[in-house]
Every structure is written in C-alpha cells, then in structure tokens.
C-alpha cells in the first residue's frame, strides 16, 4: 500500500525559510514523477515543483522558481522542498504526489497517490 507522508509545515514570517519532507513508501518509484501542489482557501490546487525520481530531473512553477528546490533522498526514499524567501502569498496546504512517468506534471488529475498535506501559513 503506497503512502506519502508530508512533515514540515509551519508559520514563518515574510522572508523566512522552511523545508518540507514527503516520506514515501509501499512501492519503488524509479519510474514516478513526485509532485508538490498547494491549495491556498477559495483558489485552485496548483503545481508547485517535481521531480523525476530515477534522475531527479526537476520542473518549477514560475511563481516559485529561483526560491524553491525540490530534491530527493533515495535511502530515506523521501522527497523534499525547500522554500526561501517565503511570501503571504505562499500560505497554503501543501501536499506531495506521485504519478507514474508521463508527458506531463502539472496536473493533480494525473497523481496516483497524494498525502494527507501539511499547512505553510507565511505571515506579513
């Protein structure tokens, strides 16, 4: 049985930093790509990052690239995202995905699996 277990959310001020762990396990995923997505109240759930598993080749949203990294540890099998100069704008859940190796990563449709997400809240 695949699980994702996020860790990691928290309040932090305009300008902080926070790190944000997704555990997985229940299966290999040298061939998945694992996703973050955000739901912030009353928008969409968006793309955030990925990150290929077998070759940790990485995608970014424009809204966070140059700030986020995403990466991934294969002995702990867990996939991280690291997030600098956080803004308000930022607050949202965060949740981890995974979806088999495809064309495309932006959408949740695609994701196969999903944890139970974390809160980011970035205050002013």
């Known amino acids: 049985q695949v699980q994702l277990v996020e860790s990691g959310g928290g309040l932090v001020q305009t300008g902080g930093s926070l790190r944000l762990s997704c555990a997985a396990s229940?299966?290999?995923?040298?061939?998945?790509?694992m996703g973050w997505f955000r739901q912030a109240p009353g928008k969409e759930r968006e793309f955030v990052a990925g990150?290929?598993?077998?070759?940790?080749?990485?995608y970014y949203a424009e809204s966070v690239k140059g700030r986020f990294t995403i990466f991934r540890d294969n002995a702990k099998m867990t996939v991280y995202l690291q997030m600098n100069s956080l803004k308000p704008e930022d607050t949202a859940v965060y949740s981890c995905?995974?979806?088999?190796?495809?064309?495309?990563?932006?959408?949740?449709?695609?994701?196969?699996?999903w944890g139970q997400g974390t809160q980011v809240t970035v205050s002013s």
């Open positions: 229940g299966r290999t995923f040298s061939n998945y790509v």
């Open positions: 995905a995974a979806k088999s190796v495809g064309a495309t990563w932006l959408w949740a449709k695609e994701y196969d699996y």
């Open positions: 990150i290929r598993w077998r070759d940790s080749i990485t």
